[in-house]
Antibody, heavy 114, light 106 residues
Framework: QVQLVESGGQVVQPGRSLRLSCAGS????????MNWVRQAPGKGLEWLAL????????HYADSVTGRFTISRDNSKDTVYLQVNSLTTEDTATYYC???????WGRGTLVIVSS | AIQVTQSPSSLSASIGDRVAITCRAS??????LAWFQQKSGKAPELLIS???RLQSGVPSRFSGSGSGTQFTLTIDSLQPEDYATYYC?????????FGQGTRLEI
């Protein structure tokens, strides 16, 4: 079954950092632009970032610019989201999705709590 | 960033009804708008891309229309499995923007 698999979510204290990962299962990510999207509990979807297929171009939502970094390692066929200086408002399920938004992972849950 | 207004925020309808959800963009985005369905605890699923392009496997009772700044998702003859939350996405230029969501309930 072709799917995306996110990992790296956990409970962390405010101010800490995390690196989230997205890998393909039955699909190859290199050659695809990729996005990260998040959803806080009971809230709507928020687009966060996009990275080009080769990693040369990144775009970010205004709300996370300077604090989140999207990257990729095509040798590992994995896309990452580095999230720094976490606050309780970053508590959410983080999804990776293809550039056309037609494939999504199940998400990884980040809980920021002291 | 381009702003989006999705309405209504919630909608009550019955099996067999026809419903419409709209998204309005703050500037002309051509047809660069997608619609998603999300059920509780699940990832969103893409229904329609490029304003009106129905994705493979999506029932034909779903349709999308619009261009420029005004877009509509229409669901004909509501089925029980259609009760969910729907989002539009403006993907004209980064940063992309999701609508606020429409919760469709009985």
């Amino acid at each position: 079954q072709v799917q995306l698999v996110e990992s790296g979510g956990q409970v962390v204290q405010p101010g800490r950092s995390l690196r989230l990962s997205c890998a393909g299962s039955g699909m190859i990510l290199r050659g695809l632009h990729m996005n990260w999207v998040r959803q806080a509990p009971g809230k709507g979807l928020e687009w966060l970032a996009l990275i080009s297929f080769d990693g040369d171009i990144q775009h970010y939502a205004d709300s996370v610019t300077g604090r989140f970094t999207i990257s990729r390692d095509n040798s590992k066929d994995t896309v990452y989201l580095q999230v720094n200086s976490l606050t309780t408002e970053d508590t959410a399920t983080y999804y990776c999705t293809t550039s056309t938004f037609d494939k999504w992972g199940r998400g990884t849950l980040v809980i920021v709590s002291s | 960033a381009i702003q989006v207004t999705q309405s209504p925020s919630s909608l009550s309808a019955s099996i067999g009804d026809r419903v419409a959800i709209t998204c309005r963009a703050s500037r002309n985005i051509g047809t660069d708008l997608a619609w998603f369905q999300q059920k509780s605890g699940k990832a969103p699923e893409l229904l329609i891309s490029a304003s009106s392009r129905l994705q493979s496997g999506v029932p034909s009772r779903f349709s999308g229309s619009g261009s420029g700044t005004q877009f509509t998702l229409t669901i004909d003859s509501l089925q029980p499995e259609d009760y969910a939350t729907y989002y539009c996405l403006l993907n004209y230029i980064e940063p992309f923007t999701f609508g606020q969501g429409t919760r469709l309930e009985i």
